[in-house]
Structure formats: structure tokens, C-alpha cells
């Protein structure tokens, strides 16, 4: 029998990138699944490559209303909702750069706003819409997906890691509230992984950084990763989905309030 046989899992933000290889690795498992994210037919796509039962919604998950409405219809479609997981984050290129920092002052609020919408209120929105289904099975598994940036010093992208240091934050909050109910909630830390905010954040490298100038933005990531992660590997988002889909299954069951790292030991540099 797989690990998460009979199990319901919702990911937002799951058509693409570390969303959508964290629905493979739970389908993989046995998982029924529920595809979210702002774009229905990409979702539906998406669901329609597992390899398990799966659904395909559209919603903003940053919009508690959507998103209550959104759960309702996966656990009445599918009986319920065992598992989920808060992926959905980010924010258009052109808001990502008013949120880049060095110095702070460059930081627009309209950045500053759009990045904690996008990465910390999108997981408070997805709790509370999970948070009654859960219980109602008798308990169930959280899973936010922070980033190490909520971890460390990041003047580069202040706003970014302080909304990822909430999500952080909730996920302890949140562990310890609903301990009681049996249900845990974890964060997972991913470290370097090839997703459109990095392209664009290697696309800005190569016109500010002379030795990038002659460089593609994938050899830009492929360079950073080396020069930062002991490992010498980038992550990706099967690394990410089998973590979540052990954090889901009943081998977790003692894990909670936990935020745990994904990446190749870039942490440990600020140990040196």
C-alpha cells in the first residue's frame, strides 16, 4: 500500500514549478489531489498528468473567500481534505523589483505590500480555509513551503524574507494551536531551485554584475549554486515534493512546528 493511499491533498499555486513536482510526489504516493492555482486551464493541465485521481481550481489563494470556497469543492468532490499545502507565493517581475533592497530605501510600499500578500497571506488564507476540513477527519498535515531567505540575512530582498520569516512564524503559531486537534504543521525552507523568480533575478544579475554580462541567466543560477551550496547540486521540486509528501503521511506523525531545510547545506555557510 502507498504512503498516502486514501489520503486528499490541495496545493496551491501547484500548475507549475515546485508546486506542481510536489503534486507528483503526493499522487505518486496515492494522494487524491487538488490543482490550484489563478489559472484553470493550466491547473486542470496539470491534474491531468498525475497518476492518481486528480482536480484541477482556479482562485486567488491569497483570498480567504476563494479559498474557503475552493475547499469546500475539493472535499466535496473528493469526501475531504487530508493534507495541505500552502505553495503559492511570489508576485509579478515588475512588483518583485520595487521590493529589491540595497539599500532598504529602494523598497516601494506597493513592493513591500505585494510581496507579504503573496507569499504570507496566501498561507494564512489557505490554513484557515483547511483548518475545519482537517478536523473534521479527526487531524490531518499542514505543509507551508517558507524559503531559507526567512532564515538569514537578506538585504537583497528584505521583503521577500520577511514575509517568508511570517510564514515561519504561523507555522510554529499554528503547530502548537492545533496540536490538540492532531494536526501538524510544518514549513519547508527550499534553498536554490530554477523557477521564474530566479530567471528574473539572474536577468537583473546579468545587467548589474560585469563577470555575468556574457553569461545566460541559467548559467548565472548554475554559478550561484556552486559558489553557495556545499552539495554543489540545485534543488528542485521533486526534492521539495517527497519531503511534503513524508510530512503528509502517517511516518510523520510525531513532526510538528517544524521548519525544515531543503538545500544542499547553503545554511550552513554562515556558520564559516
Given at each position: 500500500?502507498?504512503?498516502?493511499?486514501?489520503?486528499?491533498?490541495?496545493?496551491t499555486?501547484?500548475?507549475?514549478?515546485?508546486?506542481?513536482?510536489?503534486?507528483?510526489?503526493?499522487?505518486?504516493q496515492?494522494a487524491?489531489?487538488?490543482?490550484?492555482?489563478?489559472?484553470?486551464?493550466?491547473?486542470?493541465?496539470?491534474?491531468?498528468?498525475?497518476?492518481?485521481?486528480?482536480?484541477?481550481?482556479?482562485a486567488?489563494?491569497?483570498?480567504?473567500?476563494?479559498?474557503?470556497?475552493a475547499?469546500d469543492?475539493?472535499?466535496?468532490?473528493f469526501?475531504?481534505?487530508?493534507?495541505?499545502?500552502?505553495?503559492?507565493?511570489?508576485a509579478?517581475?515588475?512588483?518583485e523589483?520595487?521590493?529589491?533592497g540595497?539599500?532598504?530605501?529602494?523598497?516601494?510600499q506597493?513592493?513591500?505590500?505585494?510581496?507579504?500578500?503573496?507569499?504570507l497571506?496566501?498561507?494564512?488564507?489557505?490554513?484557515k480555509?483547511?483548518?475545519?476540513?482537517?478536523?473534521?477527519?479527526?487531524?490531518?498535515?499542514?505543509?507551508?513551503?517558507?524559503?531559507?531567505?526567512?532564515?538569514?540575512?537578506?538585504?537583497?530582498v528584505?521583503?521577500?524574507?520577511?514575509?517568508?520569516a511570517?510564514?515561519?512564524?504561523?507555522?510554529?503559531?499554528?503547530?502548537?494551536?492545533?496540536?490538540?486537534?492532531l494536526?501538524?504543521v510544518?514549513?519547508?525552507?527550499?534553498?536554490?531551485?530554477?523557477?521564474?523568480?530566479?530567471?528574473?533575478?539572474?536577468?537583473?544579475?546579468?545587467?548589474?554584475?560585469?563577470?555575468?554580462?556574457?553569461?545566460?541567466?541559467?548559467?548565472?543560477?548554475?554559478?550561484?549554486?556552486?559558489r553557495?551550496?556545499?552539495m554543489?547540486?540545485e534543488?528542485?521540486?521533486?526534492?521539495?515534493?517527497?519531503?511534503?509528501?513524508?510530512?503528509?503521511?502517517?511516518g510523520?506523525?510525531?513532526?510538528?512546528?517544524?521548519?525544515?531545510?531543503?538545500?544542499?547545506?547553503?545554511?550552513?555557510n554562515v556558520?564559516?
Open positions: 500500500m502507498k504512503a498516502l493511499e486514501g489520503k486528499v491533498a490541495l496545493v499555486g501547484a500548475a507549475r514549478g515546485i508546486g506542481a513536482g510536489i503534486a507528483r510526489c503526493l499522487a505518486a496515492g487524491r489531489v487538488a490543482i490550484l492555482d489563478l489559472a484553470l486551464a493550466d491547473a486542470e493541465a496539470t491534474a491531468a498528468t498525475l497518476e492518481a485521481p486528480a482536480i484541477g481550481l482556479e486567488d489563494a491569497a483570498d480567504e473567500r476563494a479559498m474557503a470556497a475547499a469543492r475539493v472535499a466535496s468532490a469526501g475531504g481534505i487530508d493534507i495541505m499545502v500552502n505553495n503559492a507565493g511570489g509579478g517581475s515588475d512588483v523589483l520595487l521590493a529589491m540595497m539599500p532598504f530605501a529602494n523598497v516601494t506597493r513592493g513591500w505590500d505585494a510581496q507579504l500578500q503573496g507569499n497571506r496566501t498561507a494564512y488564507a489557505g490554513c480555509a483547511a483548518i475545519p476540513h482537517l478536523q473534521a477527519r479527526g487531524g490531518g498535515a499542514i505543509v507551508n513551503i517558507a524559503s531559507i531567505a526567512g532564515l538569514m540575512a537578506m538585504p537583497s528584505p521583503a521577500y524574507a520577511a514575509a517568508k511570517g510564514v515561519i512564524s504561523l507555522t510554529r503559531s499554528l503547530a502548537l494551536e492545533l496540536g490538540p486537534s494536526i501538524r510544518n514549513a519547508i525552507c527550499p534553498g536554490f531551485l530554477w523557477t521564474r523568480a530566479w530567471e528574473f533575478l539572474a536577468t537583473l544579475m546579468k545587467q548589474s554584475v560585469p563577470e555575468y554580462r556574457d553569461m545566460a541567466p541559467r548559467e548565472i543560477f548554475l554559478d550561484a549554486v556552486t553557495n551550496t556545499p554543489g547540486r534543488q528542485t521540486p521533486e526534492d521539495i515534493g517527497h519531503l511534503v509528501a513524508f510530512l503528509g503521511s502517517n510523520a506523525a510525531n513532526i510538528t512546528g517544524q521548519e525544515i531545510k531543503v538545500d544542499g547545506g547553503i545554511t550552513l556558520m564559516r
